[in-house]
């Protein structure tokens, strides 16, 4: 069955700190798409990245980066030089390509807060 | 080009009372997703509409939870008789044919059972 697993509930760090939440998870799909998305304390959910199971590439958007290891089935993202801006829930999501409907499964959060 | 609008941001009913959750995707997409984020928890999906058919409602409650998206006109989800147990956001999304480039969500509907 697919699942995705956050196991970090919350962390905190120091300004200017790297900080890296970890996300796995399970599917049989050989195709599938991996997403995260940012709630910050307003609420809403902000799209960040997507990447789909053929493309192992790491990527790097400023100070995100993100490491996908199909070996593992992790998908971590990393926030270099953490600013206070970037307190927030962060979601991973699986969404399988063979299922026809698109639906995501998500992991339950982690709660990264980002002290001054 | 507005983006996924969903009102009322927040909606507060009392328990037995009927909840109606709207959902306005954004412009060319035909494809809408509802979401339900009880508090603390992740969002777990709920249905999947196209214009005017169900697509997927593995995820919707058996009772009282209906959903819908007309040829025009919002996609509503509507709760009736309303329980503690629904207070939650609800999230709707939208997308165009591929949905696997990533789905843009509305700021969501916080609902609360009185």
């Known amino acids: 069955a697919q699942k995705v697993t956050q196991a970090q509930t919350e962390i905190s760090v120091v300004e200017k700190e790297d900080v890296t939440l970890d996300c796995v998870y399970e599917t049989r799909d050989t195709t599938y798409y991996l997403f995260w998305y940012k709630q910050p304390p307003s609420g809403e959910l902000v799209f960040l990245i997507r990447r789909n199971s053929f493309d192992e590439q790491n990527e790097i958007s400023g100070r995100y980066s993100w490491n996908f290891q199909k070996s593992t089935s992790s998908f971590n993202f990393t926030i270099t030089a953490s600013q206070v801006v970037d307190s927030a829930v962060y979601f991973c999501a699986l969404s399988e390509g063979d299922s026809g409907t698109y639906k995501y499964i998500f992991g339950t959060g982690t709660r990264l807060k980002v002290l001054a | 080009n507005a983006g996924v609008m969903q009102n009322p941001r927040h909606l507060v009913r009392r328990r037995g009372q009927e909840a109606r959750l709207r959902c306005s995707p954004m412009?060319?997409?035909?494809?809408v997703y509802w979401y339900r984020q009880l508090p603390e928890e992740g969002l777990k999906f709920m249905v999947y509409l196209q214009k005017e058919n169900i697509i997927d409602e593995s995820g919707m409650p058996k009772e009282r939870f209906s959903a819908e998206f007309p040829k025009e006109g919002p996609s509503i989800l509507r709760i009736q008789q309303v329980v503690r147990g629904d207070s939650a956001a609800y999230f709707c999304?939208?997308?165009?044919?591929?949905?696997?480039?990533?789905?843009?969500f509305g700021s969501g509907t916080r609902l609360t059972v009185v």
């Open positions: 412009k060319g997409h035909s494809h």
């Open positions: 999304a939208s997308s165009p044919m591929d949905s696997n480039y990533g789905y843009t």
